[in-house]
């Protein structure tokens, strides 16, 4: 430190020894009828305690208050320069020390004109603590615990760069980023994309509400979302985005809250409205759909909303029974043989014949009452080998299928129906 100060301290130092007779040259300014108010504050500057008036003002003799330095040059007499880092704040440029530090004495350590942000609003005005939701330390008055007043290499006098400055406090949020194996890049980027440092009137300080702060930046997904047909209610209602994204990061991607069927299985664990309880389902239901033991759900179901029936990616008719046309089973065959259903002899394309009689030509090609692939076939999961399902609806009724795999066919008996069969070893007929 400045020499002036060296002195100075060891005058204080003299004083609080109890040495006070020892009048100093300008006690007397400080008189009880002169500036004694100068001093009656909790916090008084060192060199106002030990009666230096004239370290500051110059010829005190004529009573002319002047200084023979000014600004913040005076404080630098005895003080470190406070503009030293690539980043000075307003009054520091301006050389307005006094714009916060009483020269003489006040209630607030520092002696500082304020204490906390009342400080700050001397200047600014106050947009931050008056929102509906306001961050911790915000709301705690403590604007220095971000803000060095003076100087700092980072803009807006920030005492830690990007999102450095968030995790001198959120040290868990630190290690939770850091272990997730994929990361949001706007999270990456800084905190500040989404979370304003002081108070919204959103919770969590964020910038805008869910789905509102994602379609900020998701525009695309927005417009196709505001499409589609067959909306999937979660995606606008309650939670939005957040029932199955995570904002920061995941082991999922993308982003998502539980991988593959768990996802879809933390809401469809019990009957929603109309929806039946699809994990009960799979539970009791071993033989399951290829995607589904995949728990490639997506493949089928488009989770923001689609145009087709139960939100299916593509063309399956709703009905059970539908005249047949090969477009309209285009979900199922996105990635079955589409012939299984056109042609009418075969004696490889499918199990499912008698001899070379395509018996999924004769069921599914058929108009007007084509029986769709759901009168035979579970799409998700059955307890029988290619998940055929156990019973068909009949009006309000439900009939058994009573389905038998054998070998070389199989064989079934509806309600009360005869045993029907089918073998694909029968003698193939001349055409
Ligand atoms: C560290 C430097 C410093 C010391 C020491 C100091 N002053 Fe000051 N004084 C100032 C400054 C700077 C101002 C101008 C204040 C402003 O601009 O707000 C000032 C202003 C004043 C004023 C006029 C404005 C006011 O605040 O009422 C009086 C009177 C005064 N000082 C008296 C004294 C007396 C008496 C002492 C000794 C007990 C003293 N000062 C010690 C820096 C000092
Ligand atoms: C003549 C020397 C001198 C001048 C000029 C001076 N100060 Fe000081 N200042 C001191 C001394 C001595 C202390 C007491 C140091 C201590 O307690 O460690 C002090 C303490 C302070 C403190 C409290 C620091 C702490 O750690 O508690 C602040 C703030 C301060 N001064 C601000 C200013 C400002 C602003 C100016 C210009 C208006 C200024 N000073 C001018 C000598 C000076
Ligand atoms: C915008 C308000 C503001 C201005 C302007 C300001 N200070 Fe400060 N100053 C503070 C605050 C707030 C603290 C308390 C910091 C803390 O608690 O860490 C402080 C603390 C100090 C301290 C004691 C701690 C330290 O950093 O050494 C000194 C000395 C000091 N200021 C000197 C100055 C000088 C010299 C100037 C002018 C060049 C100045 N201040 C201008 C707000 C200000
Ligand atoms: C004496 C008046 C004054 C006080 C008190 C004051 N400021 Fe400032 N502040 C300014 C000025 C002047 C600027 C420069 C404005 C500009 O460049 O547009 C500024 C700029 C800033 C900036 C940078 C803004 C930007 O857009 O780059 C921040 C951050 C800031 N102040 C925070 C604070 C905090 C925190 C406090 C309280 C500890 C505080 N200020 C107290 C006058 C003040
Ligand atoms: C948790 C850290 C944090 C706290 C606490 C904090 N700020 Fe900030 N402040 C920031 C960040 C970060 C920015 C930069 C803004 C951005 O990136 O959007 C900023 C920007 C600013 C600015 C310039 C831009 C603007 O919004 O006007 C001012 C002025 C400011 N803060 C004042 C304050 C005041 C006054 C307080 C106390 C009431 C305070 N800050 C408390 C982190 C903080
Ligand atoms: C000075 C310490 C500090 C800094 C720096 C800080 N925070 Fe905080 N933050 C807190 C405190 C304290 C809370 C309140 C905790 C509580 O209520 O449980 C909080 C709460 C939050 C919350 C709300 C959490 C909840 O569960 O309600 C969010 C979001 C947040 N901070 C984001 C940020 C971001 C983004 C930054 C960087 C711009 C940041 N914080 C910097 C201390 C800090
Ligand atoms: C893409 C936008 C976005 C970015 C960028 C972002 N967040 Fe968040 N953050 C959110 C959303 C949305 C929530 C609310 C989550 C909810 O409702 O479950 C949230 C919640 C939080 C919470 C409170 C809930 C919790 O998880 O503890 C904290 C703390 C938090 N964020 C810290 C941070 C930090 C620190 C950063 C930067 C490293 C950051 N956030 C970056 C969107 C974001
Ligand atoms: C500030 C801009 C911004 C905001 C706000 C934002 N995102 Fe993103 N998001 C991106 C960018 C950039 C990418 C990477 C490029 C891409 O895949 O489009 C991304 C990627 C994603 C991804 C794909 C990740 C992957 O691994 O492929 C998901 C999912 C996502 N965001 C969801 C959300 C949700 C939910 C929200 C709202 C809480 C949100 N985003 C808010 C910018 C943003
Ligand atoms: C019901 C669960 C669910 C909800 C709600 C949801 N998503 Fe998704 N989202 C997913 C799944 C699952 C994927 C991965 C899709 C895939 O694998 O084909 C995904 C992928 C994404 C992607 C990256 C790939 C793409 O499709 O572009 C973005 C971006 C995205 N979602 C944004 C959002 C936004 C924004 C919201 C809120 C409006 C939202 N999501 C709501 C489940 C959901
Ligand atoms: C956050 C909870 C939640 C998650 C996660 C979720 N759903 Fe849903 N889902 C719902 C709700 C609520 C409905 C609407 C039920 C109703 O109609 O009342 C629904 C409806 C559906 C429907 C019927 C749509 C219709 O209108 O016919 C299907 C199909 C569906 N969900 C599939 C999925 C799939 C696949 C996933 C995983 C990618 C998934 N859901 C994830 C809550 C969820
Ligand atoms: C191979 C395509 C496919 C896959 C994969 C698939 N689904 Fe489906 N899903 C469908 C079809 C087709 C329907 C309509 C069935 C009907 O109405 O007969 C449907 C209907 C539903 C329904 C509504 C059930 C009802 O009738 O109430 C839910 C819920 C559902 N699926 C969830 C899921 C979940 C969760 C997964 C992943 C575990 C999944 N789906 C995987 C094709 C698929
Ligand atoms: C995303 C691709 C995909 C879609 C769409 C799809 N499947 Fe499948 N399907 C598969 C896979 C993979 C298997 C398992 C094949 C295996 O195990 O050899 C399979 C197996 C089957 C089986 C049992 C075959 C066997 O050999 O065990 C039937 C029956 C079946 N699917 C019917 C359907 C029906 C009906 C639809 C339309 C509602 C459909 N699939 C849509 C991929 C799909
Ligand atoms: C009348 C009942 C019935 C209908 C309707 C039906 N299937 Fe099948 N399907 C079967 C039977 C039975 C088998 C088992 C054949 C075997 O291996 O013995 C089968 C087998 C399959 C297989 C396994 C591969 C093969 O062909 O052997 C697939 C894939 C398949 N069906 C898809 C479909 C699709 C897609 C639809 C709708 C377009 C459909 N099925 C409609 C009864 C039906």
């Given at each position: ?20 007779s ?23 500057h ?12 110059v ?132 905190c500040?994309?989404?979370h ?71 809401c ?31 493949s089928c ?15 399956f ?13 285009a ?37 007007p ?50 045993e ?12």
């Amino acid at each position: 430190m400045k020499s002036k100060l060296v002195v100075l301290v060891a005058v204080a130092v003299f004083l609080a020894a109890g040495w006070t007779s020892m009048a100093c040259a300008d006690q007397s300014c400080v008189a009880k009828e002169c500036h004694a108010k100068l001093l009656d504050n909790k916090y008084v500057h060192g060199p106002v305690g030990a009666f230096e008036c004239q370290m500051c003002h110059v010829k005190i003799g004529d009573h002319k208050f002047k200084f023979d330095i000014e600004g913040a040059d005076l404080c630098y007499e005895c003080h470190d320069k406070k503009d030293t880092e690539a980043f000075v704040h307003g009054p520091i440029a301006a050389g307005d020390c006094t714009g916060c530090h009483s020269p003489h004495s006040s209630p607030y350590k520092f002696q500082l004109l304020g204490d906390g942000q009342n400080l700050c609003f001397r200047c600014h005005e106050n947009n931050k603590t008056n929102q509906k939701f306001v961050h911790g330390p915000v709301a705690a008055g403590d604007c220095i615990a971000c803000h060095d007043p003076h100087t700092t290499p980072n803009k807006y006098q920030l005492i830690a760069p990007g999102n450095d400055l968030c995790f001198t406090c959120h040290v868990d949020k630190k290690d939770e980023f850091a272990a997730g194996k994929s990361i949001h890049p706007p999270v990456a980027d800084r905190c500040t994309n989404c979370h304003n440092a002081h108070g919204t009137p959103h919770k969590y300080q964020l910038s805008g509400s869910v789905p509102d702060l994602c379609f900020g930046c998701h525009v695309d997904k927005q417009e196709q979302i505001s499409k589609v047909k067959v909306p999937h209610k979660p995606v606008l209602d309650g939670t939005s985005c957040m029932g199955c994204h995570t904002p920061h990061v995941t082991n999922d991607k993308p982003l998502l809250k539980a991988g593959g069927s768990d996802l879809c299985l933390m809401c469809h664990d019990t009957q929603i409205g109309t929806v039946s309880n699809m994990k009960g389902w799979l539970d009791a239901n071993p033989d399951k759909h290829g995607p589904v033991k995949n728990g490639d759900c997506a493949s089928c179901h488009n989770p923001h909303g689609a145009d087709y029936y139960r939100i299916l990616v593509n063309y399956f008719p709703p009905e059970f029974y539908a005249p047949y046309s090969t477009d309209k089973y285009a979900l199922c065959f996105g990635c079955h043989n589409k012939e299984i259903s056109i042609d009418e002899f075969t004696t490889t394309l499918t199990g499912f014949r008698n001899g070379d009689k395509n018996m999924h030509f004769v069921h599914v090609n058929k108009s007007p009452k084509g029986r769709t692939c759901r009168a035979c076939h579970e799409v998700h999961a059955g307890t029988q080998g290619k998940h055929v399902r156990e019973k068909v609806p009949f009006g309000k009724l439900s009939y058994p299928i009573r389905f038998t795999k054998n070998e070389n066919g199989g064989s079934c008996v509806v309600g009360c129906h005869v045993e029907r069969g089918y073998d694909r070893v029968k003698p193939v007929q001349n055409r």
